[in-house]
């Protein structure tokens, strides 16, 4: 095992510094569609110290499809990963046939226990809102989180794509109310998207929050699988998204390979630095889709740790791009 627990925020819960992004199991046309590939997937992050798993209810071809693959595989293993899950993606229908917010209190009470069957578990350690709900209060929201802790079907809870001031927003409410608060925020974030630095970022630091970048890997763009010539045929972004190896800033990317050859590291191994010298990451979530991924990144979640010399010096590479509303009337 090579990864280390880090603790979530201020809060009590612990996870693995390298975390397995699980929306590949059961997703059409790879190797993890089906339980077989899962398996060798979730076998070797467990054996590799990749114990934090992050789900949600709507990955898979169908929906839910992830979250029944991982609990076949991780029947009688329970206890040995922590388990995050999501609800309430709004551009997804998970067949619940009544009318409610996918923040209110009976949505919730459907997801979780659907979850629940699903996992084969009798809790989860981390339950996700995926994305703000605009219809229910964030009121409501809370308080049927706070339910679910105090009937021991999760443990802890977070939310998923909140901006800056939904984080302070939820703080608030959950403050005033006296009882348990979201505990993480999850956003995309990577050396080649950095918005989440203007406002997310300082929202999860001054309030305490764990902070899971995902994304992290851009698509494969930071792992040195890729160069301005091509990449790996059977790779997502060759076959489905090669719009993003057109457009990538390979003028950047080249010099930070040279920079990662200057110090005989990856730049898998240096992206895996970088972002968990953040301050307020966790864990970086990232997806793997055979054995030796999710071993390559186990090993790139402790394999370098990055001066402030070195972080200087990759800001300048990828700085922060301007505001767009900045000097907007």
């Not at 301005?228 to 080249?254: C, F, K, V, Y």
Request: proline letters at 5%; hydrophobic letters at 40%.
């Amino acid at each position: 095992m090579v990864t280390t627990d880090r603790r979530v925020g201020s809060s009590g819960l612990l996870v693995s510094a390298t975390g397995l992004g699980c929306n590949n199991f059961g997703r059409a046309g790879t190797v993890t569609e089906t339980i077989a590939g899962s398996r060798l997937v979730l076998d070797a992050a467990i054996d590799s110290g990749v114990t934090f798993l992050d789900t949600a209810d709507i990955y898979g071809k169908e929906p839910g499809l992830s979250e029944s693959l991982m609990g076949e595989v991780l029947d009688g293993r329970r206890d040995r990963v922590v388990l995050a899950t999501k609800f309430g993606h709004g551009h997804y229908d998970m067949g619940y046939d009544f009318p409610a917010g996918m923040g209110s209190r009976r949505y919730i009470r459907r997801a979780v226990e659907e979850s629940l069957r699903r996992l084969r578990t009798d809790w989860i350690d981390l339950y996700q809102l995926h994305f703000p709900d605009p219809v229910t209060p964030i009121e409501e929201t809370v308080d049927a989180l706070d339910e679910l802790v105090r009937d021991g079907k999760i443990r802890y809870f977070g939310h998923s794509n909140f901006s800056g001031w939904q984080i302070a927003e939820a703080e608030f409410v959950a403050a005033r109310r006296l009882g348990p608060r979201f505990v993480s925020a999850q956003n995309q974030y990577s050396l080649l998207a950095r918005a989440a630095e203007r406002e997310v970022l300082p929202a999860v630091n001054r309030y305490g929050l764990g902070f899971f970048p995902y994304f992290p890997l851009h698509n494969g763009l930071l792992t040195g699988k890729f160069t301005r010539d091509g990449g790996p045929a059977q790779s997502r972004i060759m076959s489905t998204r090669s719009h993003l190896w057109e457009n990538a800033p390979w003028d950047a990317l080249d010099a930070y390979r040279a920079f990662c050859d200057e110090r005989g590291i990856t730049m898998l191994e240096a992206t895996f630095g970088w972002l968990l010298a953040q301050p307020g990451v966790s864990s970086v979530i990232a997806g793997a889709t055979s054995a030796e991924q999710v071993e390559a990144n186990a090993r790139a979640g402790s394999a370098w740790t990055p001066s402030d010399e070195d972080l200087d010096a990759i800001d300048a590479l990828f700085p922060l791009p301007a505001d767009p509303a900045a000097g907007a009337v």
